[in-house]
């Protein structure tokens, strides 16, 4: 298995060379966000499809 530095220096070489350090940080902070929303999904924490659209209905119908 690769390990997170592998990771994070092939996500690294993917990004344009005009890369910012910012940049950077972003791309990490957006991969860590989709992967703990992935790990909350894989622990049955995520809500329902059902839900989401009530929830958005209230939303939507102003």
Same mark, same amino acid.
């Given at each position: 298995? $690769?390990?997170? /530095? @592998? /990771? &994070?220096? !092939?996500?690294? @070489? =993917?990004?344009? !060379?005009?890369? =910012? ?11 860590? @966000? &989709?992967?703990?929303?992935?790990? !909350? ?10 839900? &989401?659209? /009530?929830?958005? =209905? /209230?939303w939507l $119908?102003?």
């Open positions: 298995m $690769t390990g997170i /530095k @592998q /990771k &994070v220096i !092939e996500m690294i @070489q =993917s990004l344009p !060379e005009e890369v =910012s350090i910012d940049d950077i940080m972003a791309e990490l902070y957006f991969k860590l @966000q &989709v992967d703990a929303g992935l790990k !909350e999904l894989d622990d049955g924490k995520g809500i329902p499809h059902e839900e &989401v659209e /009530k929830r958005m =209905s /209230k $119908t102003a």
